[in-house]
C-alpha cells in the first residue's frame, strides 16, 4: 500500500497569511492526488484533484503542486472560512485510495 | 445536483450486524464507481470499501475484509454496505463516496454514524 504522510499536523495562522501543507507520497503517484477540506461535523469536499486543477466552485486561493511524491496545498490569503481540516489522497494505486493524516489549521 | 443521502447507522453490540444504504440522486448512478469512507471519532479518513459501476467488482481494506460487504442496486441507485461481526474499532461515521477516475471522491454523503457498544 502507498502511505500518504502530511506535514504539518497542526498549523496556526492569521486571516490574511499565506500557507502551504506538504503531503509525501511513500512511492511515484505521478499526479494523482487529491485534497479535501473537511469542517468539524461535515463530510470532506473536493479543492483539488489530479495534483494541481481547482475543483469547480473553489475559490482561487487554493492552489496545488507537485507530482511523483512530493505534494503540496498552498492557501495564498486566509479567510475566516478556511479553518478547518485538510486531507491529501493519492488515487494512484487501488485498493486503497490511501489519505495522509490531515492538517488542522487552526486561528492563532 | 448531486445528492448521496446515507442512513442505516445506530447502536449495535460488538459481534452485531447492521447494513447501511445510500441513497443517490442527480446524476446516472449506474456509471460510478462507488466507495465507503470511514472516520472514527476524532480521527482520519479510511477507505472501507469500493465497487464498480456494475457491480461485478467489489474491493475491500484488509480491516473488514470477510466482515464487510458491498453491493448495490443500480435499478434502486442505491449502495449498501452490510456490516457483520462488528468490533469497537469499526464505529465511525461512514461517508459513501461518488468515485471518478479524474477527481477522485468528488462527491460525499453527509454521512451516518455507526456505534459499536455493549
Known amino acids: 500500500d502507498i502511505q500518504m504522510t502530511q506535514s504539518p499536523s497542526t498549523l496556526s495562522a492569521s486571516v490574511g497569511d499565506r500557507v502551504t501543507i506538504t503531503c509525501r507520497a511513500s512511492?511515484?503517484?505521478?499526479?494523482?492526488l487529491a485534497w479535501y477540506q473537511q469542517k468539524p461535523g461535515k463530510a470532506p469536499k473536493l479543492l483539488i484533484y489530479?495534483?494541481?486543477s481547482l475543483q469547480t466552485g473553489v475559490p482561487s486561493r487554493f492552489s496545488g503542486s507537485g507530482s511523483g511524491t512530493e505534494f503540496t496545498l498552498s492557501i495564498s490569503s486566509l479567510q475566516p472560512d478556511d479553518f478547518a481540516t485538510y486531507y491529501c489522497?493519492?488515487?494512484?494505486?487501488?485498493?486503497?485510495?490511501?489519505f495522509g493524516q490531515g492538517t488542522r489549521l487552526e486561528i492563532k | 445536483e448531486v445528492q448521496l443521502v446515507e442512513s442505516g447507522g445506530g447502536l449495535v453490540q460488538p459481534g452485531g450486524s447492521l447494513r447501511l444504504s445510500c441513497a443517490a440522486s442527480?446524476?446516472?448512478?449506474?456509471?460510478?464507481?462507488m466507495h465507503w469512507v470511514r472516520q472514527a471519532p476524532g480521527k482520519g479518513l479510511e477507505y472501507v470499501s469500493a465497487?464498480?459501476?456494475?457491480?461485478?467488482?467489489?474491493y475491500n481494506a484488509n480491516s473488514v475484509k470477510g466482515r464487510f460487504t458491498i453491493f448495490r442496486d443500480n435499478s434502486k441507485n442505491t449502495l449498501y454496505l452490510h456490516m457483520g461481526s462488528l468490533r469497537t474499532e469499526d464505529m465511525a461515521m461512514y461517508y459513501c463516496?461518488?468515485?471518478?477516475?479524474?477527481?477522485?471522491?468528488?462527491?460525499w454523503g453527509q454521512g451516518t454514524l455507526v456505534t459499536v457498544s455493549s
Open positions: 463516496a461518488r468515485y471518478d477516475s479524474t477527481w477522485s471522491y468528488d462527491n
Open positions: 442527480g446524476f446516472t448512478f449506474s456509471r460510478y464507481a
Open positions: 465497487i464498480s459501476s456494475d457491480g461485478i467488482s467489489t
Open positions: 512511492q511515484s503517484i505521478n499526479n494523482w
Open positions: 489530479k495534483a494541481s
Open positions: 489522497q493519492q488515487y494512484s494505486s487501488f485498493p486503497p485510495y490511501s
